[in-house]
């Protein structure tokens, strides 16, 4: 059977057939060739300048490219209201205030407090509760715990899907205001956009990275300019800073103030990036970032819309592009595009980070993870999710054609796993940071009252395109659980059906079988009775090699764990040896260099000597496994199609022997 039935974690990159061991006086090999390298926890000086700009291009590409559309679509003519110098004020208070209480304080102030090791994002905030969750008494919360991150994550595939298409068309529909003409095809070439994006993904993010930190520099330098260029019409649209406009705007549109929230939310779109790449760049530049250039940029450029709607209510059709005189407006262009672009690659990005936690974590099946860069352990490439992604925008572009029809499909996913963060906040602050209830409480009230204000205005347009990220997410939420439940179904029965490992060795004692030379590798989920793979080997082939290897491969709640604790070597006796190597989530395996690291451990092997026993299993839904048909159906499928255990923990395929069993699921 395959490790991966315990904890699927994808292979790396150290080449078949590597030398055995060390030789005399070298150093021991690592274990972690492609280990998450976490951020500098206080970095100072040029290193913190340097982490803040490129913290520019990956965390705030989103929320920073809002600027095309947020405050135009509050004023649009299909669900907008009139550019009244009273609605101005009020939906801009409300848009600064957004920007400031969900932003600044939750996010940047208390939600980058929780983090893994370091780690960021829903998963690995999930994989922080966990391990304060282990008794039995804590079982029905564990697994409701599970299921909420697990929707919150499935959630931002939905974002994921929406927010190039988005990102894209808000840019070349500036192309509409220079060239009228042109507005009818404006969706063919957002479409020629998006298949250059993904169809560059597979050459990696290592080049072009270096590239968005200055990208974006001069995009928010860009815009703060625009913002104070439009002060001049009105400098009194400042008074927006007070929240008795947005008051106001309520009391006055009463029910449909309240849709216009659907609106506003697209000004906060990426705040949970914030949170998700903290792993990479750390706390402090995240924040530097935000509080020093983005939010202060944001803000001139949404006051300066709002003073140019003031003096011009007809400049609602896009004030963002109008804020330019007519000789800018194409330069501009230029660089919105490539800051959509940007703001694209950072959703894309992080479906395949995001991807690759739920797979380590055991929630999705193997997938064929690609690091492109040596240097950067988060720069990977899945085909599957490139692929899936591609498909899906492009489809969202030919559905929706323009930047005002997403809008309705657009902010649903966003605020849905904004509510669920901020639940998984209140646990780790009461359980694990010790709070008092009233103090975790009330803080957490305040955050779910705002994202559920913000998800209620965007479910009442389910109809109007919002059930497209609802639709993923749910799909993608069925399929995590199916897989999760499955295998751990799947682990049972097995389980049922082993030899206990001490009767194993007494029965190989006593029969002494041939020994041929050589290590045979047993890939194992369970540390305790003798593999499937391992009998069926014996019984048939009646021999077994001088040294056996039985090797699970385990992920902890934790995003890489320290290198001298990753091995656990037991000798059992007559050549056979159990190793346990535990991983974190955010970490990639390899067993060849695993076996590489044991030559330390006084476990010799030699590459070409070295065979590795696999398990594939044909499941028969004949069982009585307990769950119902159609999901047995399902996770057959991605079983099926799962990749292979050999690619996957990159095994060399020429020294592997897999024995099939049929298994009534």
Not at 165 to 185: D, T
Not at 221 to 227: D, T
Not at 308 to 337: D, H, K, R, S
Request: proline share 6%; charged share 15%.
């Amino acid at each position: 059977m395959s490790a991966s039935q315990s904890a699927p974690l994808p292979g790396g990159g150290s080449p078949a057939g590597a030398p055995a061991g060390p030789g005399a006086g070298a150093p021991a090999p690592s274990l972690h060739p492609h280990a998450h390298a976490h951020a500098e926890s206080n970095p100072s000086g040029r290193r913190l300048a340097l982490l803040t700009l490129t913290a520019l291009g990956v965390v705030f590409g989103d929320i920073g490219t809002s600027p095309l559309y947020a405050f135009k679509e509050c004023f649009h003519r299909l669900h907008g209201v009139a550019a009244t110098p009273a609605n101005v004020y009020g939906v801009l208070s409300l848009i600064v205030w957004s920007l400031t209480l969900i932003v600044t304080v939750k996010y940047v102030t208390f939600i980058l407090r929780a983090d893994n090791k370091g780690e960021g994002g829903i998963l690995a905030l999930l994989a922080l509760i966990l391990q304060n969750t282990r008794r039995d008494r804590d079982r029905g919360a564990r697994r409701v715990l599970v299921g909420v991150a697990l929707f919150g994550a499935a959630l931002l595939y939905g974002d994921g899907i929406i927010t190039p298409p988005v990102s894209v068309l808000g840019a070349v529909e500036g192309l509409g205001v220079i060239a009228p003409r042109l507005e009818p095809y404006l969706w063919v070439m957002a479409i020629g956009i998006l298949v250059v994006l993904f169809a560059g993904q597979r050459f990696g993010t290592d080049r072009v990275g270096r590239a968005f930190g200055p990208v974006m520099l001069v995009w928010f330098a860009s815009i703060a300019v625009l913002g104070v260029a439009g002060f001049r019409h009105h400098p009194e649209i400042l008074r927006a800073l007070w929240p008795g406009y947005g008051v106001a705007f309520f009391a006055a549109h009463g029910y449909h103030g309240f849709v216009i929230l659907g609106s506003v939310v697209l000004a906060v779109t990426g705040a949970e990036a914030l949170y998700a790449d903290m792993g990479h760049f750390g706390r402090r530049p995240i924040r530097l970032a935000w509080l020093a250039l983005v939010f202060p940029c944001l803000l001139l450029n949404y006051f300066g819309q709002g003073a140019l709607l003031l003096a011009n209510p007809g400049a609602a059709e896009n004030p963002f592009y109008l804020l330019a005189p007519p000789a800018l407006q194409v330069p501009l262009l230029v660089i919105a595009t490539l800051a959509a672009i940007v703001a694209s690659q950072a959703l894309i990005s992080g479906a395949f980070s995001l991807t690759q936690q739920a797979v380590q974590l055991g929630f999705m099946p193997r997938v064929n993870i690609l690091h492109t860069s040596e240097q950067e352990a988060g720069q990977i490439f899945i085909p599957e999710v490139n692929k899936a992604l591609a498909l899906g925008c492009i489809l969202i572009v030919i559905g929706f054609r323009t930047t005002s029809r997403l809008a309705a499909a657009y902010g649903i996913a966003v605020t849905g796993t904004m509510a669920i963060t901020t639940i998984l906040f209140y646990v780790v602050a009461r359980h694990r940071w010790h709070w008092p209830a009233w103090k975790a409480a009330s803080l957490a009230g305040v955050f779910l009252g705002i994202d559920l204000a913000f998800f209620g205005a965007n479910v009442i347009k389910i109809l109007q395109g919002g059930w497209v990220p609802l639709a993923i997410g749910l799909g993608l939420f069925v399929l995590m659980t199916t897989w999760k439940r499955g295998r751990a179904l799947l682990q049972q029965q097995l389980a049922s059906g082993t030899l206990p490992l001490e009767q194993f060795l007494a029965d190989v004692a006593r029969r002494d079988p041939p020994r041929v030379p050589g290590t045979a590798v047993f890939l194992t989920s369970g540390a305790d009775g003798a593999p499937v793979v391992l009998l069926h080997h014996l019984k048939h082939n009646k021999v077994l090699h001088r040294q056996v290897v039985l090797l699970s491969v385990r992920t902890a709640d934790v995003p890489d764990v320290d290198e001298e604790e990753t091995l656990e070597v037991t000798d059992l006796g007559q050549g056979f040896y159990r190793v346990v190597a535990t991983y974190g989530f955010m970490e990639t395996p390899n067993v060849p260099d695993i076996l590489k690291y044991l030559n330390t451990r006084g476990i010799r092997t030699r590459p070409l000597e070295t065979s590795y026993y696999l398990g594939r299993e044909r499941l028969l839904l004949t069982g009585r496994a307990r769950m119902a048909r159609w999901r047995k159906q399902v996770f057959v499928f991605m079983s099926r199609n799962a990749r292979s255990a050999t690619e996957f923990f990159n095994i060399p395929p020429n020294r592997v022997v897999e024995l099939g069993t049929q298994i009534e699921f």
